[in-house]
């Protein structure tokens, strides 16, 4: 197991969606990640889940697109597609025009889309509706996430569960274990933060001893913070921050696929995009958007289908709603509801799955949800991570169908 000591402190926000929340964390570098696959490597056949988080609320409207549709042309005058712009799946459906490499997914049968995602009583404010996709529990609030409740059911290894990045997602902290945090440089925190982190290490009479914990991990992270970079990599704390490439999602694919290689012991990796908040000039937006995403995890893709380790690997993208019918006067859309969830990978059974929302028969303007997100997360629990989904996201879901019986 990793070593975890103060000299590796990251301090962690709990993501969009979870204000407040802020928790120490495990953090980590590449060289340890490939210390721990020479001393214990990821058995062969293990299932690995990589989770793509589109922040903002993706246009599933314009990323799965209903090409042959009038309503989808009458309801998006100057934002729809025009049948020759896109690329084709069926008679109905095409992706767009920025997908060109999940396209050849598609064809090879290793892209599932379900379509209609969504959860009861949709909430159209970016902090809720990620907090319901990444908690699982579209009632309540709960502050923690399904796959840190996967990480509550299984032990205590830090590595299960790795987020590329030093922020962690709500999704990734569970109620006694949290996934661990990536970087493969570590950047200063910004002043900001800090200041935050400052007022809230203060003591306070009416804290529990978990909460004190908390408040002097804070403390102790003012210590750490400025020397870690020296102690990790050599890092000048004081130099201006890294590029925002060493940030892009090819980037943190990149890193993800040296570690499947390399065979390090862990089955979830988090990674993620944002800017999908479209309301003005959607078009060339989402499409530069969406072709950072398809540039990513193309190649990604291909080298996973060649690596013994990457075979049983299984990549969801997924945002926290999609976006309106109608396009806006801006030529953009406005937050929405139910929209399409992405699965590939050489498990993933490829075709569509779940009902396709009407475009005319709508919930004050939005798709009506055909399909839970729960569906999904039951199916990547039982099959890829092969464990009990009930202690992450409860009873009652069942598969949708998109892995192949056998895996592989």
């Excluded at 009458?74 to 459906?93: H, I, N, T």
């Excluded at 003005?280 to 013994?308: C, H, I, Y």
Aim: charged share 25%; glycine share 10%.
């Amino acid at each position: 197991m990793l070593d975890i000591n103060r000299r590796k402190f990251l301090i962690a926000g709990a993501g969009v969606g979870a204000a407040g929340l802020l928790t120490g964390v495990v953090g980590i570098t590449l060289p340890d990640l490939l210390d721990a696959a020479r001393d214990r490597p990821l058995p062969v056949g293990s299932g690995i889940l990589v989770i793509v988080t589109l922040y903002g609320g993706n246009d599933g409207i314009n990323t799965v697109i209903p090409y042959t549709n009038d309503a989808y042309h009458e309801a998006r005058p100057d934002l729809a597609y025009a049948p020759d712009e896109v690329l084709p799946l069926d008679g109905q459906f095409a992706l767009n025009p920025a997908f060109a490499g999940l396209a050849g997914s598609w064809r090879s049968r290793q892209l599932a889309i379900v379509r209609g995602v969504g959860y009861p009583n949709p909430d159209r404010s970016h902090f809720r509706s990620m907090d319901i996709w990444q908690t699982a529990s579209p009632k309540d609030p709960v502050p923690t996430g399904w796959i840190g409740r996967w990480l509550d059911a299984g032990g205590d290894d830090p590595l299960r569960a790795v987020n590329v990045g030093a922020v962690l997602p709500l999704l990734a902290v569970g109620e006694k274990q949290v996934a661990s945090a990536l970087s493969d440089s570590i950047p200063r925190i910004p002043d900001g933060i800090a200041s935050t982190l400052s007022a809230l290490s203060e003591d306070d009479p009416h804290d529990t001893p978990a909460m004190s914990a908390v408040r002097r991990s804070y403390r102790a992270s003012k210590v750490t913070e400025p020397e870690f970079g020296r102690v990790v990599k050599g890092i000048d704390p004081t130099a201006a921050s890294q590029s925002a490439d060493e940030d892009s999602l090819e980037s943190q694919l990149d890193l993800v696929a040296r570690c499947v290689k390399a065979a390090v012991p862990t089955r979830v990796y988090m990674v993620s995009l944002g800017g999908f908040d479209t309301h003005a000039d959607e078009r060339g937006t989402q499409e530069d958007l969406l072709k950072k995403v398809d540039q990513a995890l193309t190649p990604f893709l291909r080298q996973m289908r060649t690596n013994s380790l990457g075979k049983k690997l299984v990549v969801m993208v997924y945002s926290e709603f999609g976006r309106r019918v109608a396009a806006n006067a801006s030529q953009g859309t406005d937050h929405g509801s139910a929209g399409p969830v992405l699965l590939a990978g050489a498990p993933v059974k490829g075709g569509f799955y779940g009902d396709e929302p009407s475009l005319t028969d709508l919930n004050d303007g939005d798709l009506k949800i055909t399909t839970d997100f729960r569906d999904i997360y039951h199916e990547l629990l039982t099959h890829t991570l092969e464990s009990d989904p009930v202690p992450s996201i409860g009873p009652g879901r069942r598969d949708i169908g998109f892995l192949r019986p056998d895996g592989t």
